[in-house]
């Protein structure tokens, strides 16, 4: 069985190229979202790093900390990590975890249980490791999407899931397309005095969809 929303994700010990860490205390008051690659030196995923390192002062903004998982060693990923900054002109400070022996990708269920990696492997023995895991600092999994080798992620779509999901935990949901500013919708369970004490104003659009302003 694999992770769902809500489940605790393992409290993993790993070698990083900036040292060991033990997932939980890393993790500490902060969100967290943990990005994992099938391999270093490969385009996609470089274009991919280049891209969550240019966003190092909105994962700040956030209280929120990133981590790359790829199965190669900590050495390669010092290596690669240069190739990463030239790429993208900024600075890849967060850790990579060495999944060498692919502990952290079977953890959080994404490979089969009996995976192993080949002497000589490329990328595709290890091409479902393609995950992104957005953790609350409940240590609980808020979101979870999966790409293919050949399909570069969007932060800017995981920068706006980021960006909801912690307006969510303020008891609200979000529209389609929702972006910080605009209007929130009032869970169903809410009734209309309980919003009214809660949100002030709000718009019915139908008894089960209400908006309103979003919380600070």
């Known amino acids: 069985m694999g992770l769902r929303i809500n489940d605790t994700v393992p409290n993993f ?24 690659h099938p391999k270093d030196f490969t385009p996609v ?3 991919e ?11 700040a903004s956030r209280n929120t900390k990133v981590m790359g998982v790829s199965v190669d060693g900590v050495e390669d990923h010092k290596k690669w ?58 240590k609980q999994l808020k979101l979870s999407m999966t790409y293919p080798m050949t399909v570069g992620r969007n932060f800017a779509e995981i920068l706006r899931a980021l960006d909801g999901l912690q307006m969510t935990a303020k008891g609200v949901a979000t529209p389609a397309n929702w972006v910080p500013g605009e ?15 809660k949100f ?13 302003k979003a919380p600070q």
């Open 45 to 47: 995923c470089t274009t």
């Open 49 to 59: 790093f280049s891209a969550v390192a240019q966003l190092t002062d909105e994962w």
């Open 13 to 36: 010990t790993a070698e990083t190229d900036q040292g060991t860490v033990k997932f939980h205390d890393w993790i500490g008051d902060s969100w967290a979202i943990l990005f994992s």
């Open 200 to 212: 002030g104003e709000f718009e019915t659009i139908f008894p089960y969809l209400r908006k309103t």
């Open 81 to 138: 990590k240069q190739d990463i900054e030239s790429y993208g002109g900024a600075n890849p400070g967060f850790p990579i975890i060495a999944d060498d022996g692919l502990a952290v990708s079977k953890a959080f269920d994404m490979l089969p249980a009996e995976a192993y990696l080949p002497d000589g492997r490329t990328p595709a023995d290890s091409a479902t490791v393609r995950s992104v895991f957005i953790i609350g600092p409940d």
């Open 183 to 197: 209007d929130v919708i009032i869970p169903p369970a809410v009734s209309n005095d309980e919003a009214k004490e």
